[in-house]
């Protein structure tokens, strides 16, 4: 076991450490909220699950990771007692290793269930997913951005002060991921770095890096782009963006045209300059 995972575990299991909720929310899988709903009891387990997805990431195993968590929530629609929260966990977790791989009408349906009758955190844990899917597969706007913030606001009412800060970083990340879609990078650049620091364990963490350094490129700063291509080819291999990520290095690279970077991946935004 790494030594950043067992500091890690450590402050969870220390009895009323303020550090538990923030340790938690660094490495849980869809966004940090879910250091808040997993509950004490869950906690070691999911930053143990957290490390075996990122160690079966690098190894190319993660197959076997998924294909556990769909197991586990079709043992829940079947009837098993598995707790809502755990079930919620599950789709976060397999919701984000589905975008991580660009299988994003899969990543759709994780999320197809019902929301009427969550708590809030479970509402806004749903919610931040779902955004995550709209901001990918359609041309987000001002309302999708707006649904973000709201819904933004509304989660963090529910979190404790103390933790705010780690829950907010997360969903920076996303509100950064749909500005870059808007073709906002400059807007974009400062919330999806900030957002960055708590998605170091989340399979999803290459589309954040692809958008940032999309956002990079589009306003000039063409160092900054490769550096975090180059970060996205490793971030998970053999992944569509990872693929795309490492053709952008080359481009880079060569000093070739933008007009590969418009072509290659069309759910993309344009690579037009910012405006204004």
């Not at 950043?4 to 009895?15: A, R, S």
């Not at 969550?118 to 844990?125: D, M, Y």
């Amino acid at each position: 076991m790494s030594r950043d995972l067992l500091l890690l575990l450590g402050l969870v299991v220390l009895p009323g450490c303020a550090a538990e909720f923030t340790a938690i929310a660094a490495v849980v899988f869809s966004m940090s909220l879910g250091a808040w709903l997993v509950g004490r009891g869950h906690q070691r387990r999911a930053l143990l699950e957290a490390a075996a997805l990122r160690r079966a990431i690098a190894t190319g195993r993660h197959r076997q990771i998924e294909q556990h968590l769909r197991q586990e929530l079709a043992l829940a629609a079947a009837g098993e007692a598995v707790s809502v929260e755990r079930q919620w966990l599950a789709r976060a977790q397999l919701g984000g290793l589905l975008v991580a791989e660009w299988r994003l009408d899969e990543a759709r349906e994780v999320y197809a269930s019902t929301t009427a009758k969550l708590s809030p955190h479970l509402q806004a844990l749903a919610a931040f997913g779902r955004h995550e899917l709209d901001v990918l597969t359609r041309e987000p706007d001002a309302v999708i951005l707006g649904c973000i913030r709201g819904d933004r606001d509304a989660c963090l009412r529910h979190i404790p002060e103390p933790y705010q800060p780690t829950v907010a970083c997360t969903w920076a990340a996303l509100e950064g991921l749909c500005l870059a879609r808007m073709g906002r990078p400059r807007e974009a650049v400062p919330l999806l770095e900030r957002g960055l620091e708590c998605l170091g364990f989340n399979p999803a963490r290459v589309v954040y890096l692809f958008h940032l350094a999309q956002a990079h490129e589009q306003i000039g700063d063409r160092a900054l782009a490769a550096s975090r291509y180059e970060q996205a080819m490793h971030a998970f291999p053999g992944t569509r963006l990872a693929s795309e990520a490492r053709a952008r290095c080359h481009a880079l690279d060569t000093g070739r045209s933008d007009e590969l970077f418009r072509g290659m991946l069309p759910e993309a935004p344009l690579a037009a300059r910012e405006r204004g």
